[in-house]
């Protein structure tokens, strides 16, 4: 299983950023998914979470209403639309898949918001 987070950078308060999440090596359509974070000094935290089809999404209450989660099934990719940014969002952004009990995550990508 690899997963390859991309999309991320700097911007400033209130700007926004679209993340990817490629995925490879699983059967990604069965899968649900999950975009977690971990800013300096803190530990990781769940960001937003996918069921296989799209169907269902779940958010942080930090990020409802700035942050939607989505998924291509075709592409074999799932993104974090990300607006309104602010300062606290600035962390890393790792995607997550959990298959057979096992997680697996990506390098992850950094984002840096700058006030």
């Known amino acids: 299983v690899q997963l390859v987070e991309s999309g991320g950078g700097l911007v400033q308060a209130g700007g926004s950023l679209r993340l990817s999440c490629a995925a490879s090596g699983m059967t990604f359509s069965i899968n649900a998914m999950g975009w977690y974070r971990q800013a300096p000094g803190k530990q990781r935290e769940l960001v937003a979470r996918i069921t296989s089809g799209g169907g269902s999404t779940n958010y942080a209450d930090s990020v409802k209403g700035r942050f939607t989660i989505s998924r291509d099934n075709a592409k074999n990719t799932m993104y974090l639309q990300m607006n309104n940014l602010k300062p606290e969002d600035t962390a890393v952004y790792y995607c997550?898949?959990?298959?057979?009990?096992?997680?697996?995550w990506g390098k992850g990508t950094r984002v840096t918001v700058s006030s």
């Open positions: 997550n898949v959990v298959l057979s009990s096992i997680g697996y």
